[in-house]
């Protein structure tokens, strides 16, 4: 089983509708959660971070997390053209035993997703 | 500006030929990763440096080397060691405290092998 699981797609969505993401991980020690967004040839961008169970939402995309099943998801409505990219779920465990937080983050293979008009 | 630069955008190499793809960020993180990509698949970690001078391996650290002498500079050599070195480089920086140490990522270089 992979650390970090995301379906890969193709997702393809009319201009309008709601795409929905999603990831899946498997070390029950992962506290921060992340999503980035890769246009082609490009560097990946972060567009959300949630830590807590529940729904984190910023402007037209909304993160949702349920440690329990070990799960995340990223919602993104009136999905526009422009949203067409490969998007990438991250995973970062908590402190170490040390107390630092050293930022190891584990992804997941990526979501390409297409917006079509 | 702040942000993370990579040089060189592009690089090709020769068999044999050891490289060094620089990367640098004026952000004030501690830390900073490599990372590799190949098509259609994620980011997989090569090495990453919580404070200067000292650096850890990642998931993929053979053929690779690196070295942290300053805070803002982390080049990561890619040796003739590594066979299959043809791939999208990304370097990433964080901090390592106050915060959920997001990473921010750099332009990237995009190497091939001819």
């Known amino acids: 089983q992979k650390e970090v699981e995301q379906n890969s797609g193709p997702l393809s969505v009319p201009e309008g509708a709601i795409a929905s993401l999603n990831c899946t991980y498997s070390d029950r020690g992962s506290q921060s959660f992340f999503w980035y967004r890769q246009y082609s040839g490009k560097s990946p961008e972060l567009i959300m971070f949630i830590y807590s169970n529940g729904d984190k939402e910023d402007g037209r995309f909304t993160a949702q997390l349920n440690k329990a099943s070990q799960y995340v998801s990223l919602l993104i409505r009136d999905s526009q053209p422009s949203d067409s990219a490969t998007y990438l779920c991250?995973?970062?465990?908590?402190?170490?035993?040390?107390?630092?937080?050293?930022?190891?983050?584990?992804f997941g293979q990526g979501t390409i997703l297409t917006v079509h008009p | 500006d702040g942000g993370i630069t990579q040089s060189p955008k592009y690089l090709f190499r020769k068999e044999g030929q050891n490289v060094t793809l620089s990367c640098e960020q004026n952000?004030?993180?501690?830390?900073m990763y490599w990372y590799r990509q190949d098509p259609g698949q994620g980011l997989r970690l090569i090495y990453y440096s919580q404070i200067v001078n000292d650096f850890q391996k990642g998931d993929i650290a053979e053929g690779y080397s690196v070295s942290r002498e300053k805070k803002e500079s982390f080049p990561l050599t890619v040796t003739s060691a590594q066979k299959n070195p043809t791939a999208f480089y990304l370097c990433?920086?964080?901090?390592?405290?106050?915060?959920?140490?997001?990473?921010?990522f750099g332009p990237g270089t995009r190497l091939t092998v001819l």
């Open positions: 990433a920086s964080s901090v390592t405290s106050g915060g959920y140490n997001e990473q921010f």
């Open positions: 952000l004030n993180h501690d830390a």
């Open positions: 991250a995973v970062k465990r908590g402190r170490d035993a040390g107390g630092t937080s050293y930022g190891k983050l584990t």
